[in-house]
C-alpha cells in the first residue's frame, strides 16, 4: 500500500456542543497552569477503536462493518482528570469506564479484528477511555474534576487523522446512530 493511497482511520465519539465548550474551557484552566499545547474544540474526541492505516479501498468495507453495529444510545460522565507524563499528556476520563461504552468499544475491536484489521492489543476491554484535553503539558498535580462532564451519545464516527507538523486534523468521513435505550 502507498502512503499516497493510506488513509489514518479511527472510530470516536465527539461531545455535542455543551460538553465541548466545558472540555475546552477545563483544558485552557489547566493548561494556563502547566503550559502545553491545547487541543482544538473540535479536535475533542473520545477514541472507540484505533484502526490506523488502510487502503482508500477498505473505508467502504469499515462503513459497512460499522453500520451493522447494533447498540443502545447512553450517558457519559467524565468524572477525573488524568495525565501521563510521557508526551505530558492531560485528558478527563472516568472513575470507572461505563459498561455501554466498553461494550461499544469491546464489538468495534472484536469485529475489526475479525474482519483482518490489525487492532492494538490493548484496545477494547481494556480501553483506557479518555478525551485528550492538551498535550506537552508540564504538570505536578491535577485537580479534582468538581462537575462532571456530561453528554448523551446518540452515535460514533468512523474519523480520519490528517498529520500536520502543528496538529492532526480529524474529518469525519461517516457517523453511525445507536438505538434508543429502553425507558424501562
Known amino acids: 500500500m502507498s502512503e499516497a493511497d493510506s488513509r489514518r482511520v479511527f472510530f470516536a465519539l465527539w461531545p455535542d456542543d455543551e460538553a465541548m465548550s466545558h472540555l475546552a474551557a477545563l483544558a485552557r484552566d489547566l493548561a494556563a497552569r502547566g503550559g502545553g499545547?491545547?487541543?482544538?474544540?473540535?479536535?475533542?474526541?473520545?477514541?472507540?477503536?484505533?484502526?490506523?492505516?488502510v487502503a482508500s479501498e477498505q473505508i467502504p468495507?469499515?462503513?459497512?462493518?460499522?453500520?451493522?453495529?447494533?447498540a443502545e444510545s447512553f450517558a457519559l460522565s467524565l468524572d477525573r482528570f488524568g495525565f501521563?507524563?510521557?508526551?505530558?499528556?492531560?485528558?478527563a476520563?472516568?472513575?470507572?469506564?461505563?459498561?455501554?461504552?466498553r461494550g461499544l468499544a469491546a464489538t468495534l475491536v472484536g469485529g475489526l479484528r475479525a474482519a483482518g484489521f490489525a487492532i492494538d492489543a490493548r484496545a477494547g476491554a481494556n480501553l483506557a477511555a479518555h478525551v485528550t484535553l492538551a498535550r506537552?503539558?508540564?504538570?505536578?498535580?491535577?485537580?479534582?474534576?468538581?462537575?462532571?462532564?456530561?453528554?448523551?451519545v446518540g452515535e460514533f464516527a468512523?474519523?480520519?487523522?490528517?498529520?500536520?507538523?502543528?496538529?492532526?486534523?480529524?474529518?469525519?468521513l461517516a457517523r453511525f446512530p445507536l438505538g434508543e435505550a429502553d425507558a424501562g
Not at 84 to 91: N, V
Not at 136 to 152: F, H, I, K, M
Not at 158 to 172: I, M, P, W
Open 37 to 53: 499545547r491545547l487541543m482544538r474544540p473540535e479536535s475533542l474526541h473520545l477514541t472507540l477503536a484505533f484502526v490506523g492505516s
Open 136 to 152: 506537552r503539558v508540564r504538570c505536578a498535580s491535577l485537580p479534582r474534576l468538581g462537575t462532571p462532564v456530561n453528554w448523551q
Open 84 to 91: 501521563w507524563p510521557q508526551g505530558g499528556i492531560l485528558w
Open 158 to 172: 468512523l474519523v480520519e487523522s490528517q498529520l500536520h507538523s502543528s496538529a492532526a486534523n480529524y474529518r469525519t
Open 61 to 70: 468495507q469499515l462503513e459497512e462493518f460499522a453500520a451493522g453495529i447494533r
Open 93 to 101: 476520563g472516568f472513575r470507572q469506564t461505563p459498561a455501554p461504552l
